[in-house]
């Protein structure tokens, strides 16, 4: 949330959510299920989808809902 409007790629979510060291990359779907399950719970208290996937860059969160 304090990213809204910005695209954080995986790289950062990894550093900044789980506290890896810049640049770690499992290569697992870590990022894509926690991104669902967090979807999943912010539709349904909004009418309206609140992040938004960028192919290949990562994931933005709209500063309005």
């Known amino acids: 949330m304090r990213a809204q409007g910005r695209t954080c790629t995986r790289g950062e ?29 912010v539709d349904a208290a909004f009418s309206s989808k609140l992040i ?7 994931y933005t969160v709209r500063a309005e809902p």
């Open 13 to 41: 979510l990894f550093e900044r959510v789980w506290g890896y060291r810049p640049g770690y990359d499992p290569g697992s779907n870590v990022v894509e299920v926690a991104i669902l399950r967090l979807r999943e719970k």
């Open 52 to 58: 938004d996937t960028d192919y290949g860059k990562g």
